[in-house]
């Protein structure tokens, strides 16, 4: 068994969409090597620093990452394997790259209650500056604007005379 740590800037951009790892983002490898009958068993963690923009409010955000994995370099032999061992060494780039990419968030956030963008003004609702844009009203609705049910208790009411004759 063998242990080893390793801090090695990003090779290129890991990751698509909102958030991703830069070229040259410091990267530490913690790795454990064990030698086992199938092949050599590695096992660790990763920890960096991802780098975009909030998915609700569009600010810059940048958060860490760190992510474990584990995962058997096969011998050469008869059977294909995802990852083999070459010559006495393992290549452990696809590996991390794979593990980082799949734990970024699909939709990441500044803050869990990131309340986003103002649909009208298009600023942040977290700043507002405290002018409160007045609801648009549809024009098919204006006309009930006006009706309140308090109204109801005052308004007189003409007296219904029973017309019908028995």
Not at 56 to 79: H, K, M, N, S
């Amino acid at each position: 068994m063998r242990e080893l740590s390793l801090e090695l800037a990003a090779p290129a951009r890991w990751g698509e969409g909102l958030v991703s790892i830069p070229e040259g983002e410091p990267v530490v490898v913690d790795v454990r090597f064990e030698s086992v009958h199938e092949g050599i068993l590695a096992s660790g963690t990763v920890d960096s620093e991802y780098t975009g923009v909030c998915g609700r409010c569009l600010t810059d955000i940048a958060e860490p990452v760190q992510v474990e994995f584990q995962e058997l370099f096969a011998y050469p032999g008869e059977e294909a394997a995802d990852f083999e061992v070459q010559d006495d060494h393992v290549d452990l780039e696809t590996l991390v790259r794979d593990a980082i990419v799949l734990s970024l968030p699909f939709q990441p956030v500044c803050q869990p209650d990131c309340p986003g963008l103002d649909p009208v003004t298009g600023e942040r609702l977290t700043s507002s500056t405290g002018n409160e844009q007045p609801e648009t009203i549809d024009t098919r609705w204006a006309a009930l604007q006006d009706y309140t049910s308090d109204h109801d208790d005052d308004a007189p009411r003409a007296a219904a005379e029973n017309t019908e004759k028995s």
